[in-house]
């Protein structure tokens, strides 16, 4: 093996050698056109397409065991090796020139460039007193690295040293990822994310460096405290964190790129500062970008899908501008080092991590093609790395998300790997002709009918069934999204039993019920009043939100959710995600078993959540739907949508 290895890096180094006998390596530039490129060691302008985690070994089970995807390696292939050829095989013919970051070294040598990821936000593995304040604790996800600490410095150096020392001379290397997706945000939540890690800071115990240096930073100011004594803070934070990790970095490798500290999409860097301060020290900024696109329109959009965005209601904008704009301002390149758009097809719950979901692998491929186009496109980027190799299906307590370009038992997704095969294919080719023409990618699909729409609507072959005894909703949880003014870094997810109505009317097909819904401090008290419509000739039914009242404490409030209780434990428990991660076109027909039949569902609201199995379903949770809004009432005000909040059920005969 290390025979190999020697051989393979001397040919590594002999291929890259110019006269003179130095080595060339990998840098970017901007060309005559305006476009930003990465330059290979030879000299040629290379546009990256590269994927993330390309792994022998698969990802973690939660149970222990080894992961599917490493034992049908061991199965399938002699060795390593073995894998490795099978792999480089795929991802030429798909069209990709790169291993994105903590991807397998058996593939290395090949001809693709690579990305090393140094990670100097953990502390030491074995931390003496001294090193405990190097990180600013957070109650929600991981730390925050904290620069305050006398040992900051010292910590940088010997992590750039233990982690870099090899890789000097390695001319396939094309640069150095700082950090992933530090939270500049502070708490997830926070209503102020420019500022928020200054609330995190103030947060730590007495004696915490970050906290000393905070109190003394606004102690010498006449605003101290203010939002604009915050933004300085966080100015002095970035320029802190790049001057010394980037300065570690020169002093054990001078020649490969710096690629920043891959920001959390374009709301995770908290003040613009700190991009500012990273395209300053840095080679590259890179960003992982987890974009909603609109299938109808042609439209790839910036806001609603960023892993602090909890609540989901950022104003809808399309996203290539913004970056370009970003772009122009830092006068360095952008690198996407994280994108993809996970499909429920195929047994995902999809219940954590970035990425629009799609309801089928054909609606994957069309909104990946169209991010790919808008990217290659964009003279601001230079490049992308695709998130990810193979699916993290065997971790249903975490991502549990059909990411990758096969899954776990090393089947490609035919439609996603043929659509980068042929794009890729003439990519290059397109890159300076602009934009693509925006157009529908997916029919439209009507629009939403109305109450007296569904009671007059013909339906063909209605047989006569009569209801089932669903909307009287006792198998279902109300769950709301409210938020106390009192401190609104905080969103809680409140669950409701309906149980009885407090008030009732009918009047011929329609039923009115009002419910009383109180937590269980009492805190939170509301009157939910319902209205449905149900149909006689045929299992379908149509529901309405009246009004929410607030008869408790003044309460911000944001999404009604439906949760269909199943009568006894599903297989696979589906948890709900903020407004706008799951982002159904309106009007799909996903079906679902409940009690014995399947489950159909209609919904006007993008904000829809619920997956399909390839085989049928089966021991899965019915899903829950919510109807999003953002107000705040005060006790005694009420709530009515502005919108209709209609939702068409049907239940049939699963066997049938």
């Known amino acids: 093996m290390k025979k190999n290895a020697i051989l393979a890096l001397a040919v590594s180094m002999a291929a890259f050698a110019l006269e003179g006998g130095e080595l060339s390596y990998w840098s970017v530039r901007k060309d005559a056109d305006g476009y930003w490129t990465f330059v290979d060691p030879r000299g040629r302008d290379v546009f990256i397409r590269g994927v993330e985690q390309v792994v022998w070994r698969g990802h ?33 013919a798909w069209g990709f020139n790169a291993l994105g970051g903590w991807s397998d070294e058996t593939l290395r040598g090949r001809g693709f460039g690579h990305f090393v990821h140094v990670g100097f936000a953990w502390p030491p593995l074995f931390m003496v007193d001294e090193d405990r304040d190097l990180k600013i604790d957070r109650k929600t996800g991981r730390f925050f690295p904290n620069v305050f600490s006398p040992r900051w410095e010292y910590h940088c150096h010997v992590l750039a040293r233990s982690r870099l020392i090899l890789q000097g001379s390695d001319a396939d290397l094309i640069g150095i990822y700082l950090d992933g997706e530090l939270p500049w945000w502070g708490e997830n939540g926070c209503p102020d994310r420019e500022v928020g890690l200054c609330d995190v800071i103030c947060a730590q115990p007495e004696g915490h460096s970050a906290r000393k240096a905070y109190d003394e930073f606004m102690a010498a100011r006449p605003d101290g405290g203010s939002r604009a004594a915050k933004l300085a ?38 003040p613009f500062s700190t991009m500012e301060a990273c395209a300053k020290y840095c080679d590259v900024v890179t960003l992982d970008i987890y974009p909603p696109v609109d299938l109808e329109k042609g439209v790839v959009l910036r806001a609603g899908t960023d892993l602090a965005d909890v609540k989901g209601d950022a104003t809808e904008r399309e996203l290539f501008p913004e970056l370009d704009r970003i772009g122009r301002i830092l006068d360095k390149p952008l690198h996407v ?97 602009g934009y693509p023409s925006r157009k529908s990618l997916v029919p439209p699909l009507g629009p939403v009918p109305s109450a007296a729409d569904f009671a007059a609507r013909e339906i063909p072959g209605a047989s006569g069934r009569a209801m089932l005894d669903v909307f009287d909703f006792t198998n279902v949880t109300i769950v709301l999204i409210v938020r106390d003014p009192a401190n609104p870094v905080r969103w809680d997810w409140r669950r409701f039993a309906l149980g009885k109505p407090v008030a009732e009317t009918t009047n011929g097909n329609t039923v009115c019920r009002t419910y009383r819904i109180e937590s269980p401090r009492g805190k939170f008290r509301f009157a939910l009043t ?8 045929c299992p379908e039914a149509l529901s309405e939100v009246v009004s929410v009242e607030n008869f408790g404490e003044k309460a911000e409030f944001g999404t009604v959710f439906w949760r269909f209780n199943s009568p006894k434990p599903p297989e696979t428990l589906i948890s709900p995600m903020p407004p706008k991660w799951c982002t159904w076109r309106p009007w799909v027909d996903l079906s679902f078993p409940w009690n014995g039949h399947a489950l159909h569902i209609l919904s006007p609201e993008n904000s829809t959540y619920g997956e399909t199995l390839e085989n049928g379903g089966r021991g899965v949770r019915p899903p829950d739907l919510g109807y999003s809004t953002a107000c705040t009432l005060a006790a005694g005000e009420t709530w009515r949508p502005k919108d209709a909040a209609y939702y068409i059920f049907r239940i049939e005969d699963a066997k049938k």
């Open 60 to 92: 973690g089970a939660p149970d222990g065991n080894p992961p599917a995807y490493r034992a049908h390696n061991i199965a399938k292939f002699p060795n390593r090796k073995a894998w490795a050829d099978d792999t480089e095989a795929k991802l030429r």
């Open 233 to 270: 803070f966080m100015k002095l934070i970035a320029e802190r964190y790049f001057k010394t990790t980037t300065a570690a970095v020169r002093r054990i490798d001078r020649r490969h790129l710096i690629m920043g500290c891959m920001f959390a999409g374009l709301r995770g860097y908290g």
């Open 337 to 433: 080092t994280e994108w993809s758009f996970p499909s429920v097809e195929g047994g995902f719950p999809c219940v954590n991590g970035g990425g629009m979901r799609f309801r089928t692998q054909h609606e994957r491929a069309l909104a990946s093609r169209l991010f790919a186009e808008m990217m290659n496109a964009s003279p601001s980027i230079a490049g992308y790395n695709y998130f990810m190799w193979v699916d993290l299906q065997n971790r249903p307590k975490t991502q549990a998300c059909g990411y990758g370009l096969i899954n776990e038992a090393g089947e490609p997704y035919a439609e996603l790997v043929k659509m980068f095969e042929e794009f890729h294919a003439g990519a290059d080719a397109a890159r300076k002709k």
């Open 530 to 537: 319902m209205r449905n419509w149900f149909r006689t000739d």
